[in-house]
């Protein structure tokens, strides 16, 4: 798959995924890349209209963030695929054309709109279950929160380089073993560099009955304790 990627060719999301997102509330930056008279009379609700040969010149409207799922669909399937190249091509991994196009969509029968469709690109992420918003993480360290504990789940040498002030750090291999450590009675927020071993920690403390919640963020912090928190691309 990674050098099917590389390669740049189309990679597929189906209509069933695309109608459970919608059902779920996740979030996708759909393009309808068909004539905007043929959007305006239909399209899969939540679609944004830019045509085709509009696509290149829109490149500024889309989403910073390059993890964003961009599903791109035309009237079928080959319709589409001719321009994935061109999304894929700013970076954006997740980019998808939608198979059997809007034809396929109208045959399964699945919700449609008609209209104009909504002119800017917005993605937010949804948050991941048991993710601690950035914003609460830092108000818990910079008010010296006596509800809350943070937990260092990086690498004994990560956290010599520098740590946030009272946390306590267990890399995230040791925190099962070494769950005595923690307060029983306090909330747990975990943090490692990416998020990724974090979640891993998070998940062992929730088994076991631990408040906890974990930052889904890339963290940076230097002797001192002084950090910076930028999101996850």
Not at 22 to 33: A, H, K, Q, R, S
Not at 143 to 163: F, Q
Not at 212 to 224: C, E, H, P, R
Request: aromatic share 6%.
């Amino acid at each position: 798959m990674p050098a099917w990627k590389k390669a740049q060719k189309p990679l597929y999301s189906v209509s069933k995924s695309l109608k459970k997102n919608m059902d779920t509330e996740t979030p996708v930056v759909l393009i309808d890349i068909r004539d905007g008279e043929s959007a305006k009379a239909s399209h899969i609700k939540g679609a944004i209209s830019i045509p085709g040969d509009q696509l290149a010149a829109a490149k500024d409207r889309f989403p910073s963030i390059k993890s964003a799922p961009v599903i791109l669909y035309g009237d079928d399937t080959a319709a589409a695929e001719k321009y994935f190249s061109v999304v894929r091509g700013w970076g954006y991994k997740n980019a998808t054309v939608l198979k059997g196009g809007f034809a396929g969509w109208q045959k399964a029968s699945l919700p449609t709109a008609t209209g104009e469709t909504a002119t800017d690109i917005v993605y937010v992420p949804k948050p991941k279950a048991g993710s601690v918003p950035a914003e609460m993480f830092a108000k818990a360290i910079e008010t010296k929160d006596e509800n809350v504990v943070i937990l260092d789940v990086r690498t004994d040498e990560e956290a010599e380089e520098g740590m946030i002030a009272g946390a306590i750090a267990i890399p995230a291999e040791e925190v099962t073993e070494r769950i005595s450590e923690l307060p029983k009675d306090k909330k747990v927020y975990i943090h490692c560099s990416t998020g990724i071993r974090a979640e891993m920690a998070f998940i062992s403390l929730k088994e076991k009955g631990i408040d906890a919640s974990f930052l889904d963020a890339n963290i940076k912090v230097a002797q001192g304790g002084k950090y910076e928190i930028t999101a996850n691309e």
